[in-house]
């Protein structure tokens, strides 16, 4: 997985059909990660992983479709 690997401070994942989003992403990537763009997808709900304790950086959410 890409995200052990690296320490990414922006994810864009717009326009993927997304029905959800991996929950082991909050655990890896919520050190690091500033901006997560997710907009256009089929998200049905907001996934419990965006909780704030595990991404402590975070300054920009777009889940908008």
Same mark, same amino acid.
């Given at each position: 997985?890409?995200?052990?690997? &690296?320490? %990414?401070? $922006? ?5 993927? =059909?997304l029905?959800? !989003?991996?929950? +082991?992403?909050? /655990?890896? #990537?919520?050190?690091?990660?500033? &901006?997560? %763009?997710? $907009? ?5 709900? =907001?996934?419990?992983? !965006?909780?704030? +304790?595990?991404? /402590?950086? #975070?300054?920009q ?5």
């Open positions: 997985k890409f995200w052990e690997v &690296v320490d %990414l401070t $922006r994810l864009d994942v717009s326009h993927n =059909l029905t959800a !989003l991996p929950e +082991e992403l909050g /655990p890896q #990537l919520g050190r690091s990660l500033r &901006v997560l %763009l997710a $907009r256009h997808n089929q998200l049905a709900a =907001l996934p419990l992983m !965006l909780h704030q +304790e595990h991404f /402590p950086a #975070l300054t959410l777009d889940l908008s479709s």
